[in-house]
């Protein structure tokens, strides 16, 4: 019985062992995808510094694939709809550092996927403008309305802004067009993801 035992004991140390090497392993994976995700966040804070792809060379094929996925993980979250010209050029170098990551392995559907992305920003930002535009067009025409209903001459700096209706319009408006954008963008992500880690 005291032979059965021990020889139990040595299987449950020798399972204790494995797990904790695992979790080791594990761990170490998490630890360069996220010095992955670092080295990206350099790329974008410093953009004329090393390229992604010249990080990743020297490293083995294990320790390229994780970094790889975290720096990948890092550029796609800074890929975000532009509501100014700094946000619009983080996404765009983020952009470029995907494509610089991934020419090796995967040309031609990160590329198109990429593109996608670029052509989205630019077209947010012209949709955006255009359609700001119309509504304010639309509520200025509706105040003049109002001012010659009552016989009232409209103030010479008559703007949108002066309408009850501008704020809750204009946040609506843009919530749709958000989601729109979000939705096509989050799909080239995706398909960008897929590419790095497959």
Do not use: W
Not at 119 to 143: G, P, V, W
Request: net charge negative; with cysteine; glycine share 6%.
């Amino acid at each position: 019985m005291a032979e059965i035992k021990s020889t139990l004991d040595m299987v449950l140390a020798r399972a204790a062992r494995i797990a904790a090497e695992s979790d080791a392993q594990e761990d170490s994976g998490e630890d360069t995808v996220k010095e992955g995700m670092r080295l990206a966040a350099g790329f974008l804070n410093q953009p004329d510094g090393d390229s992604l792809a010249a990080m990743l060379s020297g490293q083995n094929t294990d320790r390229q694939a994780a970094l790889r996925q975290g720096m990948a993980r890092a550029l796609l979250r800074n890929i975000v709809l532009p509501r100014d010209e700094a946000l619009k050029e983080r996404s765009e170098l983020a952009i470029k550092g995907i494509l610089d990551l991934m020419a090796e392995k995967s040309g031609a559907a990160v590329t198109g996927a990429c593109s996608e992305l670029g052509q989205l920003l630019d077209q947010y930002s012209k949709h955006k403008a255009q359609m700001t535009k119309q509504l304010e067009d639309l509520l200025l025409n509706q105040l003049e309305q109002q001012y010659t209903a009552r016989g009232l001459q409209p103030p010479a700096r008559l703007t949108a802004a002066m309408n009850p209706k501008y704020k809750d319009e204009l946040a609506r408006m843009l919530l749709d067009l958000n989601s729109q954008y979000d939705q096509a963008m989050d799909q080239r992500k995706e398909i960008i993801a897929r590419l790095v880690t497959g």
